[in-house]
């Protein structure tokens, strides 16, 4: 499976406070069909202030050109 995922975090104003670009990846469907799992991680660092934060995870199907976004 080849696909990219990247992230994008905002805050409560919706001012950009991280961003990371999508990363070519590649996994294998070891189990077989036509779907892997995956997961995204975000680490922050104890000076980041205090508030609500919302972060979007988008990847991407590279072979289908397809996205999809949570």
Do not use: F, N
Not at 12 to 19: L, V
């Amino acid at each position: 499976v080849q696909y990219s995922i990247g992230l994008d975090v905002t805050d409560e104003k919706g001012k950009a406070a991280y961003r990371q670009l999508p990363r070519d990846l590649e996994a294998s469907a070891s189990l077989g069909g036509k779907a892997v799992a995956a997961q995204a991680q975000l680490d922050i660092g104890l000076d980041q202030p205090a508030g609500d934060y919302t972060v979007k995870v988008t990847v991407t199907d590279r072979a289908a050109k397809q996205s999809q976004s949570v």
